[in-house]
Every structure is written in structure tokens, then in C-alpha cells.
């Protein structure tokens, strides 16, 4: 298990999320404090409706705070406006969707090139190199061609991860990457995150598989929008 060994790199602060609907106000998440640290594992679980995915979106930058604050290597994403968060975003968050929502007209190969092409980091000769190397490390280079439909949902699961990887980013954020999965499936995809928390990742897996979550370096269990035991993830 890994142990933190520095200064987190993510930090949410005093964190409430309300959503309002006519008068019907809802509190998804209620006063959160959590540090995730580099080179980290950590799993997220609760019951559908519990603000799992509420949390992750707050990291992702998806959605913001009602209040509190969401800091990611010392930048305060909630006040970032949407511009200049879709550009902080592709540099330094990989996100991977239990949907997977990879572009249907575009081959396995155009969606993990897509984030390269949005930041523009790489120079255009390096980036088709770049993306059959993922996709060799998902074991997906002889499917480069093909587009999403034509590929089984756990390959469609592995390109995401490519895709999420393309700009080499410090951070993952799976939100329920093993959810339409079968059990062998759920496992390759699993040995990848770990492969990867090994080269130095951060990874944020929101799971309902208890199973899972308890081979991560350390859980998170959140219910009614608080963290059951916040001491823990300290």
C-alpha cells in the first residue's frame, strides 16, 4: 500500500454541493474534507444516490461547489471559467466514464488522438506515435481502425483509458470504470489502473465493487453526502 510521502495533490475544502430545483433544494455532498496524495490509489464507495459521482465531478471540474473550495497542484479549479477549464483540464485530468463516451465516428485510434489535438501540447508528428503506444499498452494497436461500435465494451473500456492518458496527465479520475463490465473484464481494466498507479498516477476510482475498493491504497465511503469516517482519509 502506498503511504503519502508528500504534500497532496488534491485538496477539497469544506465542500457542499447543493442542487435546487423549484423549492425542492437537495444537499449531494455536505461539508467534504479529502486529500488524495501522489502516486495514490484511492476508491470512492457508497450507495447509488450517495454523492460518489458528485465527488469525483467536483474534482473533474464537471460541476462546482456551492461553497468550499477544490484545489488541484495549488490551482483553485471551481473559479476557473469554462475556457479555461477545458484547457486545464486536457493538460492535467485523464477521465474515464463507466459509459465510456468515446466519439462514434471517430476510429479507436481519432478518439485517443482527440485530447493531443485539443491542447496542442505535442507537436502533430508526434501524436499518432504517442497514441499507438497507448493503445499497444491497452493491448489495443491491432483495433486502431476500427470505430467504437465494432469492438467489444471492455475494449471500448481500454480505449477510454487510452484516450484519458493521451496528454500524459498527472491525475485519473475513473467514475464506475468496471460498472458494465464482466468479471474478467473489471480485472484486466483494474491491473491497468494499478500498472499505472506504479509509474507514479494518481487514481480516483468511484466504485460499487467492494471488492475492488478494498485493493486500493485506501477508501473513501461516503453516504447521505458526508464521508462516514473523515479521520481516515486524513
Known amino acids: 500500500m502506498n503511504q503519502p510521502t508528500s504534500e497532496a495533490i488534491i485538496s477539497l475544502q469544506d465542500v457542499n454541493k447543493v442542487f435546487q430545483n423549484g423549492s425542492i433544494r437537495f444537499a449531494a455532498l455536505k461539508e467534504i474534507n ?15 444516490g450517495s454523492g460518489k459521482s458528485t465527488l469525483a ?4 471540474g464537471i460541476d462546482h461547489p456551492t461553497t468550499g473550495a477544490v484545489l488541484i497542484n495549488g490551482t483553485a479549479i471551481h473559479k476557473l471559467n469554462e475556457s479555461k477549464m477545458s484547457i486545464w483540464r486536457g493538460r492535467n485530468l485523464g477521465i474515464v466514464f463507466q459509459f465510456f463516451q468515446l466519439m ?11 485530447p493531443m489535438d485539443l491542447t496542442e501540447d505535442l507537436p ?18 491491432d483495433f486502431c481502425d476500427q470505430y467504437p461500435d465494432q469492438v467489444s465494451t471492455g475494449q471500448q473500456q ?12 498527472p491525475i485519473l479520475i475513473a467514475d464506475e470504470p468496471t460498472g458494465n463490465l464482466d468479471s474478467r473484464t473489471a480485472e484486466t ?42 479521520t481516515q482519509e486524513q
Open 34 to 48: 479529502a486529500h488524495f496524495y501522489p502516486g495514490e490509489f484511492v476508491s470512492v464507495v457508497g450507495r447509488s
Open 57 to 60: 465531478n467536483m474534482i473533474t
Open 104 to 114: 462514434p465516428t471517430l476510429t479507436i485510434l481519432e478518439n485517443v488522438l482527440l
Open 124 to 141: 502533430l508528428v508526434q501524436r499518432e506515435q504517442r497514441a499507438m503506444e497507448l493503445l499497444a499498452m491497452v493491448e489495443l494497436n
Open 158 to 169: 481500454s480505449a477510454a483509458i487510452a484516450r484519458a492518458l493521451a496528454n500524459d496527465p
Open 189 to 230: 481494466i483494474f491491473g491497468i489502473f494499478v500498472n499505472l498507479v506504479q509509474q507514479g498516477k494518481t487514481i480516483i476510482m468511484v466504485t460499487h465493487d467492494n471488492t475492488l475498493a478494498k485493493r486500493t491504497d485506501r477508501v473513501l465511503r461516503i453516504s447521505d453526502g458526508c464521508l462516514l469516517d473523515p
